[in-house]
């Protein structure tokens, strides 16, 4: 009887249950943004993302996302020449995973930007992105990510630099 108490004890003390889910797999998604500038418009994304686990707790994400968007009405160039009437960017982003509670985890890495008009590719940058997010299992191997971002990247459109989005992201993970 003794033996099973100090047992007990030493479970309950000098253990830490760790319920935190990060797994490798790869996945796709799609995402909605809002500029921090009044001259765009919400727009939409998608997004291709693969995660390798380092440990229980945090993972590497490798993410590629594409971006378009709109200026509104007053802020477009009318100039046929110009063929920006909308911008859209493309990113390649290194980023660090780390669960908190359960499936809540935080993320946040660099950007490589590469911003473009219709038809030219204007900018290349360096930004950064901030999430929180949610991890929602659905089976062994299938799960949804759920997160709200802070991206900061530079496009200049029309004599205005852009600097970053608010964006809310849904993305379908298969794990490993």
């Known amino acids: 009887m003794i033996k099973h108490a100090i047992l007990l004890i030493a479970l309950v003390f000098f253990t830490q249950p760790s319920f935190c889910q990060a797994r490798s797999g790869i996945g796709f998604g799609t995402g909605i943004n809002k500029p921090f500038t009044a001259m765009f418009e919400a727009a939409t994304g998608l997004i291709l993302h693969t995660d390798v686990k380092i440990t229980d707790r945090s993972a590497l994400s490798i993410i590629g996302d594409m971006e378009r968007f709109i200026p509104k009405s007053a802020y477009r160039i009318d ?3 110009a063929g920006r009437n909308f911008v859209g960017y493309v990113g390649l982003g290194i980023h660090y995973r780390r669960y908190m509670f359960h499936n809540l985890f935080l993320e946040g890495g660099p950007n490589l ?5 219709d038809r030219d590719v204007m900018d290349i940058s360096l930004g950064g992105t901030l999430a929180i997010g949610y991890t929602f299992p659905i089976s062994r191997h299938h799960a949804v990510n759920l997160a709200v971002d802070v991206n900061y990247l530079r ?3 029309n004599r205005v630099r852009f600097k970053g989005f608010l964006g809310g992201k849904a993305a379908y993970s298969f794990r490993f």
């Open 155 to 157: 496009i200049d459109y």
């Open 79 to 81: 100039d046929e020449r």
């Open 113 to 117: 930007c590469f911003s473009a008009g």
